[in-house]
Each structure stands twice: as structure tokens, then as C-alpha cells.
């Protein structure tokens, strides 16, 4: 079962940037659709940003023009840089593999990262 390994949350002031990483173990020599949600406290977990193995990128508009996600050199390894960054983004933020791309086949995964907090301070 494959393992995501998260890291990059932290507390920040508003405006301040931060940079998340997922990277899915085990899969070293594949590539990975990744997506990242969030959850506040009290709220729904919500769709925030996700790439494809093509380099296709998706945002939520609430993070739209702040948040830019990439994938790392490390062709199992997705980055979500963020900027600008707002009280209202203070959440617990997962990463989720959609599916690996291995030795020419598509695989589907939906596993889920433990989460990284992040919180933003006015």
C-alpha cells in the first residue's frame, strides 16, 4: 500500500508563503496525479489544487493566482507552493494520490496523506 509522506506545514503571518510536499514511497521511478484538499475546523474537506502526469493543473478559486502546485525533480514528488497567503487559509491540508503512471500503465490509487497543518495569523 502505498505510503504519502507530507511536510512543510507551519504558522505564518497573512501574506507570508509556505511550501507543502507530498511525496508517495515506494514509487520512485513513477509518476504520480497528486491532488491537495483542506480542511478547516468545522468545515467540509475541500478541493484545492491538483496536477496531472501531463502537467496539467487545476485550483480551487479561492487559491487561484496564489497557489501554484509542481512536481519535484523526483518524478513521485509534488510540491504546493504558497503565497499570499490568507487567515482563511489556515486548514489541515492533504495531499491524495489519484493515480501513478509506472512502466507505461495507469494505476488509480485515492490514498490520502496523515495531513500538515497550516495556520495563518492575521
Known amino acids: 500500500q502505498v505510503h504519502l509522506v507530507e511536510s512543510g506545514g507551519g504558522s505564518v503571518q497573512a501574506g507570508g508563503s509556505l511550501r507543502l510536499s507530498c511525496a508517495a514511497s515506494?514509487?520512485?521511478?513513477?509518476?504520480?496525479?497528486m491532488s491537495w484538499y483542506r480542511q478547516a475546523p468545522g468545515k467540509e474537506r475541500e478541493f484545492a489544487s491538483s496536477i496531472h502526469t501531463n502537467g496539467t493543473t487545476h485550483y480551487a478559486d479561492s487559491v487561484k493566482g496564489r497557489f501554484t502546485i509542481s512536481q519535484g525533480n523526483a518524478k513521485n514528488t509534488v510540491y504546493l507552493q504558497m503565497n499570499s497567503l490568507k487567515p482563511e487559509d489556515t486548514a489541515m491540508y492533504y495531499c491524495k494520490l489519484d493515480y501513478r503512471y509506472c512502466a507505461g500503465g495507469y494505476f488509480q490509487s485515492g490514498s490520502w496523506g496523515q495531513g500538515t497543518q497550516v495556520t495563518v495569523s492575521s
Open positions: 515506494g514509487y520512485l521511478y513513477c509518476r504520480v496525479g
